[in-house]
């Protein structure tokens, strides 16, 4: 569909919008609700959007180990080269074969702040906004977008 989280039934454009996360760039636009066509507007106020794989898929369950082998490099060399404070991934489904294939790493992940990093960069991890996520109801997904902000401030405050 050309942009980010695109489909009507996903919950990260609502999810998004209600959060601190993006007061900013709602105040600026003078919007109340982001839609998936704000997708490349995001980085002038900098938040960009990426995959770890670049393959259309319905969920992270559709991917496989040879995706990630292929494309979490690529996705590295990218972090390594803009060095963001921080890369937030959707859903431990997709991080955890990205930690271990990319990192190296066999830690058992938990959502929130993580103690690996690529670079600079500081990585954290919010449910997958995903309607196949019930368990998590868009209230819940904007309360992380909340503390995701609330982590990237203490990030900003540490790097100064």
Do not use: M
Not at 84 to 107: E, K, M, Q, W
Request: proline fraction near 8%; hydrophobic fraction near 40%.
């Amino acid at each position: 569909r050309g942009h980010y989280f695109a489909r009507s039934t996903r919950r990260f454009w609502p999810a998004f919008s209600a959060s601190k996360l993006s007061a900013t760039i709602r105040e600026n636009l003078a919007l109340e609700k982001l839609l998936p066509a704000h997708d490349q507007i995001l980085p002038r106020f900098g938040i960009g959007l990426t995959d770890v794989v670049k393959r259309a898929s319905g969920n992270a369950a559709e991917l496989d180990e040879e995706d990630f082998r292929k494309w979490a490099p690529l996705l590295i060399e990218k972090l390594r080269r803009y060095e963001p404070r921080v890369a937030c991934f959707h859903g431990l489904t997709a991080y955890r074969p990205f930690l271990r294939i990319a990192l190296g790493s066999n830690d058992r992940p938990s959502l929130g702040p993580q103690p690996h990093a690529i670079g600079r960069t500081k990585l954290f991890v919010v449910p997958n906004p995903s309607p196949a996520n019930a368990h998590f109801t868009p209230a819940d997904q904007r309360a992380w977008y909340d503390k995701l902000t609330e982590f990237v401030s203490q990030v900003k405050q540490l790097s100064k």
